[in-house]
């Protein structure tokens, strides 16, 4: 029973940390134009 106050407070620490990196990511534009490489091959004009 006494794991249990080692795991909760990681496992929020956990979320916040996975929760940070998320927010940082669609800050930055990470997520924007996610279907361009895929268009890219279909719409090939080179080939």
């Known amino acids: ?3 249990l106050y080692l795991l909760v407070p990681l ?3 956990l979320l916040f ?3 940070a990196i998320f927010w ?3 800050n930055h534009h990470q ?3 996610l279907d361009e490489a ?3 091959i279909v719409n ?3 080939g």
Request: hydrophobic share 45%.
């Open 24 to 26: 940082w990511a669609l």
């Open 17 to 19: 940390g996975i929760g």
């Open 31 to 33: 997520f924007d134009h």
């Open 1 to 3: 029973m006494e794991i």
């Open 38 to 40: 895929g268009e890219r």
């Open 11 to 13: 496992s929020v620490l």
């Open 44 to 46: 090939d004009r080179d």
